[in-house]
């Protein structure tokens, strides 16, 4: 972000390599990879093509932004005083103590990060030579500070690890602890660090506690409000909902971590042909352009993005992926939009793998758990992902209605078709009112009556001529 500040405060100037150094890095050893891996970055989050340029390279010079800028003035806004909590940066017990004292520097020169997330920091004068860190937490607790950074190196086998931990001071104890991969790129390691510590504070700003069962719940008064008789599953599912303005979802009221665990369970059910891509595919769109405005370096958005979009090439989109991963290397979201991909590219080896990266980094995320099951039945195992499913049950009653109807459809691929109607009969009650469970009741019933296709026709209320593309009703479990 600091070199775009540069570009875009000198555009129409050429900008030599020393001096994006000089001004950003405070003249630290960068290599001429590493800036040019930032302008690389830079022109995929502006969205860069052959055709529309915003950042010209000048070779043996530099860098040209090459967009009119207009500089606004605003007039003064009159806000009432803001309570800010005061946090405590300390540098990071690390063996090399130069490195540490980088990051450190780095930290305190992005204070805005801070600022926006509504804190204030002390002085680094006051923790640059801390000694005694029990004492100096007493004495800055005394004076009001409120959360205190601290970071510690840990070998792990060949690699090198460093804990970053936000601690409540009242209480002394870790309130969100992260890890961030040391690499020999050290540039790559300050985006790193920044990135995480945004993390951090936006937990606590934005309280994501909420279990994404209770929002699944909750949805339909809280996100849709679009019809009062249905719950969030049927503006997925049925016909009567493909013309509503994805626009009259209220977003706000859920943080974009629950968004997309709520827009990704979807995805992967989608992925068994039990609901149309296209409907989860344009809530993704309303969540992502919610983020990039927003936060337009978010890589869970960049993730999304690139999943949905139809128009890039597998190689194209495998690049935007491991750029989202590098921007956010221990966002499970990432991880998990990239296993979606996969799965659309029935590449479910790898996908398999990548979803298991998720689930270690995030061992409660729901949507990711449904899509591991998912890719376990698209790959020939459904007793795999039979027993995985099971194992699922019984942790949250609202998650327990998807996990039967998952149960119930692959039971019934595998010919069990009394333990299909029981799990079904575990979720009866929600049958008239969740277009979802009627939907699963269908695709059982039919698989024993064999006329899957004018039952679908029916369910859905669709037009006798002809079904939409694969895209739309894509049914590998009962092809």
């Known amino acids: 972000m600091a070199v775009l500040l540069l570009l875009v405060k000198n555009a129409g ?99 805005a990060i801070f600022e926006e997330k509504g804190f204030r920091f002390l002085p680094a004068a006051l923790t640059v030579n801390i000694h005694n860190l029990t004492e100096s937490f007493n004495n800055l607790r005394t004076t009001g500070v409120r959360y205190f950074l601290t970071g510690i190196e840990l070998k792990t086998g060949s690699d090198t690890v460093i804990k970053v931990e936000l601690i409540d001071s009242a209480l002394l104890t870790v309130v969100f602890r992260e890890s961030v991969v040391l690499s020999e790129d050290n540039s790559l390691n300050l985006v790193r660090f920044n990135n995480i510590i945004s993390l951090l504070l936006h937990k606590i700003t934005h309280c994501e506690k909420k279990e994404f069962a209770k929002a699944l719940v909750s949805a339909n008064n809280k996100l849709c409000q679009i019809r009062n008789n249905y719950n969030n599953y049927s503006f997925f599912l049925f016909e009567s909902y493909k013309n509503v303005d994805s626009r009259s979802l209220l977003l706000d009221n859920y943080d974009t971590v629950t968004l997309c665990h709520l827009a990704g369970c979807y995805f992967s059910l989608a992925s068994l042909g039990l609901m149309k891509y296209e409907k989860a595919e344009e809530i993704i769109n309303v969540i992502t352009d919610k983020v990039l405005i927003e936060e337009p370096c978010n890589a869970l958005a960049i993730s999304m993005k690139t999943l949905i979009c139809r128009d890039n090439h597998t190689k194209q989109k495998e690049s935007d992926f491991q750029l989202a991963i590098i921007l956010s290397p221990l966002s499970a979201e990432v991880y998990y939009y990239y296993s979606c991909c996969l799965v659309q590219n029935k590449e479910y080896e790898k996908a398999q793998i990548m979803t298991g990266v998720a689930l270690s980094l995030n061992p409660d995320f729901f949507a990711a758990k449904i899509l591991y099951a998912v890719i376990l039945t698209l790959s020939g195992d459904p007793a795999a992902a039979i027993t995985y499913a099971t194992e699922m049950k019984g942790r949250d009653s609202s998650c327990d209605i998807i996990i039967n109807c998952l149960l119930a459809i692959l039971f019934s691929r595998t010919g069990q078709m009394d333990k299909a ?54 049914m590998p479990l009962f092809d």
């Not at 969205?47 to 500089?71: A, C, H, Q």
């Not at 039919?446 to 739309?472: A, C, E, F, Y």
């Open 421 to 474: 109607a029981a799990c079904l009969h575990e979720v009866q009650h929600y049958r008239d009112s969740c277009a979802f469970v009627s939907c699963c009741y269908a695709a059982v019933l039919v698989k024993q009556g064999g006329d899957t296709i004018k039952t679908l026709k029916r369910l859905q209320n669709m037009p006798q001529k002809s079904l939409p593309k694969k895209s739309v009703y894509w």
């Open 13 to 111: 100037e050429v900008i030599t390599k020393d001096h994006i150094i000089r001004e950003v890095w405070k003249g630290g050893e960068v290599s001429d990879e590493s800036l040019s891996r930032c302008i690389y970055v830079l022109r995929k989050l502006l969205g860069e093509s052959s055709t529309y340029r915003y950042i010209n390279t000048v070779y043996g010079k530099g860098y040209l932004f090459v967009m009119n800028v207009i500089r606004v003035t605003r007039q003064p806004v009159k806000e009432l005083p803001e309570q800010k909590d005061t946090l405590a940066i300390f540098p990071f017990v690390m063996q090399d103590k130069t490195l540490s004292m980088i990051i450190f520097d780095f930290i305190i020169n992005h204070s």
